[in-house]
């Protein structure tokens, strides 16, 4: 006969569980901020880049969002060290190689609703800057970006939580991150539906919280005319 | 007469621009001395709009110069560039206010980036001018809560707040409600009482008339008639100012008399 969920909970699957999400939010948050930055960049490039930097950055997010993570996140554990730039070679270790994939692979999303923000300001309001005498870098640094990116927040919001989710798959190179630590205890205890089923709990606390902080952030940078539509 | 008063503010030297195959500028000259005001007239697509953004090359022109008080601007150098606009406001027909900014913001911003002024001076000079076209008390609102004619008046203490020694107006009134109309052409009747320079494109006939130094007539990319209002409106004027505005009041309904002086 096996203890009760209640003491297993308290004794194993918690305390495991407690671990394993200090590890995940070591990956998130990193990969979260790396996919905002370089969605950010590769945004404005897509929308105002030279005409090859736009093919660049067009790409780049055909390329990683083209490809199942999977297939990215293996590369850059697996077969990144065997690639040689003369006597070089580049190994990651588990996480770094997960926060990279992650982030590359959010930032190819992140570009997506930031071209779509600067693409729903219209060109008056550069023409508005330029004529007061604005470079096009100030003009979109000031009055471009602070728009789009209101008008963006919710979709980036949207990945966070994406990312939040397929972060678990940081366990298949050995990261023990929430996923991870779950799979271990189920093989040792056997009580699948116990751990999976709290495992579950986790995941959603974690994008609930998410969500909240999400939502504080879209207040925050709320002024008339970009408010969230009330209910 | 020192060469300063009698060089003109700003100059155009045949203008050409070509859109989607029509000549839209088709060498067009013109030049603005000081404290004029000079009106744009002419059907829709005449090219007032296309003229007005030639000059501060928002829409580089395809050939022709544009000298700024005598001096030949280069439109391929971003510095001269920026110069250039700092010195020539632009009012739009459907204001461009930055929408994320107060109105108080909105008039601060350009003084802070691009003349580089300290928070509290910008500040200060944003209120003053706020308070010049009468809105002081709407500082802090942003466009979303503003009216239109409202906008309009933010976008020109926008403008105002650069000391621009020409501004450019383009149909600034032809986005507004009829009742919003007077708030900002008492705005531009108090600036050009106060001297400035200022090249106008409306459809405010009666309005310009009053207060323009001169009327242009603009058709097909061509100015086709250029004169005071008097000579192109007065009585047994056959100008085609005359007809094109007797056309206009026709078709609002106002009294025949209308365009005449």
């Known amino acids: ?28 948050a990193p990969s979260a901020l790396l996919g905002a930055l370089i969605g950010l960049t590769a945004g404005v490039l897509r929308v105002y880049g030279p005409w090859p930097v736009r093919k660049l950055a067009e790409g780049y997010v055909s390329l990683f969002r083209g490809t199942p993570l999977v297939v990215q996140v293996f590369f850059w554990y697996f077969a990144l060290p065997y690639i040689k730039f ?49 470079t096009t870098r100030q003009a979109v640094v000031n009055v471009v970006l602070p728009q789009a990116f209101r008008r963006a927040l919710p979709g980036c919001g949207n990945e966070v939580i994406y990312l939040i989710k397929y972060s678990s798959l940081a ?34 606390l974690l994008v609930t919280v998410a969500g909240w902080l999400l939502r504080l952030l879209e207040n925050a940078l709320s002024v008339p005319g970009f408010e969230r539509p009330k209910a | 007469m020192s060469s300063s008063e009698t060089t003109p503010i700003l100059e155009a030297r045949n203008l050409i621009k070509v859109l989607g195959g029509n000549r839209v500028l088709d060498s ?44 030949e601007v280069d439109g391929a150098n971003k510095k001269e560039l920026c ?48 308070k ?5 008390d709407r500082a802090t609102n942003y466009p979303a809560n ?66 323009a130094d001169e009327f242009i007539f603009m058709e097909k990319g061509r100015l086709v008639e250029q004169g005071s209002p008097a000579e192109l409106l007065g009585k047994g004027s056959s100008s085609r100012t005359q007809a094109f505005c007797s056309k206009i ?5 106002d009294s025949d008399g209308e365009c005449r002086l």
């Not at chain 1, 926060?99 to 508005?128: H, T, V």
């Not at chain 1, 991150?177 to 009580?191: C, D, M, P, V, Y």
């Not at chain 2, 010049?132 to 002081?136: I, P, Q, Y």
């Open chain 2, 83 to 130: 110069a250039l606009r700092q010195q020539v406001g632009m009012i739009f027909q459907d204001f461009n206010l930055f929408d994320h900014l107060s109105a108080l913001e909105n008039v601060r911003v350009a003084l802070i980036k691009v003349k580089g002024m300290s928070k509290l001076d910008a500040t200060e000079r944003a209120i003053a001018e706020l």
């Open chain 1, 86 to 134: 003369g006597e070089w070679s580049l190994v990651l270790d588990p996480i770094p190689a997960a926060i990279l994939s992650f982030g590359l692979c959010s930032g190819a999303y992140q570009s997506e609703y930031i071209r779509g923000g600067l693409n729903s300001i219209k060109r008056g309001q550069i023409r508005a800057a330029l004529a007061l005498g604005m």
């Open chain 2, 146 to 211: 503003l009216s239109g004619g409202q906008k309009q008046r933010v976008a020109i203490a926008r403008a105002l707040a650069m000391d621009p020694k020409v501004m450019l107006l383009d149909e600034p009134t032809s986005a507004l409600d009829p009742e919003l109309i007077g708030e900002v052409l008492a705005v531009i009747r108090d600036l050009a009482q106060g001297g400035m320079t200022m090249i106008m494109a409306t459809h405010q006939i009666s309005f310009s008339a009053s207060l």
């Open chain 2, 132 to 136: 010049r076209v009468g809105l002081a």
């Open chain 1, 171 to 204: 366990s298949i190179i050995t990261v023990n991150e929430l996923t991870g630590t779950a799979t271990t205890i189920a093989k040792n205890s056997w009580r699948n539906i116990e751990v999976f089923c709290t495992l579950g709990v986790f995941y959603l």
């Open chain 1, 1 to 28: 006969m096996s203890t009760p969920y209640s003491e297993f909970l308290r004794a194993d699957l918690a305390p495991g569980l407690l671990e394993g999400l200090w590890v995940s939010i070591i990956v998130i």
């Open chain 2, 249 to 253: 009041s026709e078709l609002t309904g």
């Open chain 2, 28 to 71: 067009v000259s013109l030049n603005i001395g000081r404290g004029r005001v000079k009106v744009l007239i002419g059907p829709s697509g005449a090219g007032k709009s296309t003229l007005l953004q030639c000059l501060n090359f928002l829409m580089p022109p395809d050939s022709g110069h544009i000298l700024l008080e005598g001096r």
